[in-house]
């Protein structure tokens, strides 16, 4: 399985910008696709994540600025981030779970919000 992200870039406080994610693979192979970021010298963190069902979940410092949501038809992923802070800034990776527990990642996109 490839996922491919993209959408990452440059952009000033309180803008916003689009990720996208696409999987080589039907949806239907995965039980869960979320969002996750790395900033310089933290831990990965979960960003945001869909389940089959449609069902989200938010990391606190995101929630009501950022929205999940799957093209289900087209394999694709996206993260709508809006009124974006610099502390957002971080490589943002897309990951995609099996029904069996096999987690497949992204190659990362680079978030940089500046102040």
């Known amino acids: 399985v490839q996922l491919q992200a993209s959408g990452g870039g440059l952009v000033q406080t309180g803008g916003s910008l689009r990720l996208s994610c696409a999987a080589s693979?039907?949806?239907?192979?995965?039980?869960?696709l979320g969002w996750y970021r790395q900033a310089p010298g933290n831990q990965r963190e979960l960003v945001a994540s869909i389940n089959s069902r449609g069902t989200t979940t938010y990391a606190d410092s995101v929630q009501g600025r950022f929205s999940i949501s799957k093209d289900s038809a087209q394999n694709v992923v996206y993260l709508q981030m809006n009124t974006l802070k610099p502390e957002d800034t971080a490589v943002y990776y897309c990951?995609?779970?099996?029904?069996?527990?096999?987690?497949?990642w992204g190659q990362g996109t680079l978030v940089t919000v500046s102040s």
């Open positions: 693979r039907s949806f239907v192979s995965f039980s869960d």
């Open positions: 990951k995609a779970k099996s029904w069996y527990n096999n987690e497949y």
